[in-house]
C-alpha cells in the first residue's frame, strides 16, 4: 500500500498564504491522478483540488483562482500553493490518490486554520 504524508499546514489570518506539501512512499502514485482534499468539522470530506499525471488540472469552484495544485512525479510529491485564504478554509488537508482508492491509507493530514 501507498502511504502519504502531508505537512504544511498552520495558523494564519485572512488574507494570507500557506503551502502544503504531500509526500508518497513508492512511485506508483505518478501514474494516478492525485488530489487535495479537506475535511472541516461536521462536515463531510471534499475535493478541492486534483492533477492529472501529465499535469492537468480542476478546482471547486470554492477555491478557484486561490488555490493552486502541482506535483513532482520525479520527488514523489503534490503541492497545494493556497493564497488569499478565508476563514472558511479551516480544514484538515490531506492528499490522496482521485478517487480515493483502496491500495492508499489516508494520511494523518495537516491542519489549516485561518483566523479571521
Known amino acids: 500500500q501507498v502511504q502519504l504524508v502531508e505537512s504544511g499546514g498552520g495558523l494564519v489570518q485572512a488574507g494570507g498564504s500557506l503551502r502544503l506539501s504531500c509526500v508518497a512512499s513508492?512511485?506508483?502514485?505518478?501514474?494516478?491522478?492525485m488530489g487535495w482534499y479537506r475535511q472541516a468539522p461536521g462536515k463531510q470530506r471534499e475535493l478541492v483540488a486534483a492533477?492529472?499525471?501529465?499535469?492537468?488540472?480542476n478546482y471547486a469552484d470554492s477555491v478557484k483562482g486561490r488555490f493552486t495544485i502541482s506535483r513532482d512525479n520525479i520527488k514523489n510529491m503534490v503541492y497545494l500553493q493556497m493564497s488569499k485564504l478565508k476563514p472558511e478554509d479551516t480544514a484538515v488537508y490531506y492528499c490522496n490518490v482521485d478517487p480515493p482508492q483502496s491500495w492508499v491509507l489516508w494520511g494523518q493530514g495537516t491542519q489549516v486554520t485561518v483566523s479571521s
Open positions: 492533477i492529472s499525471p501529465g499535469g492537468s488540472t
Open positions: 513508492g512511485s506508483r502514485f505518478r501514474f494516478n491522478r
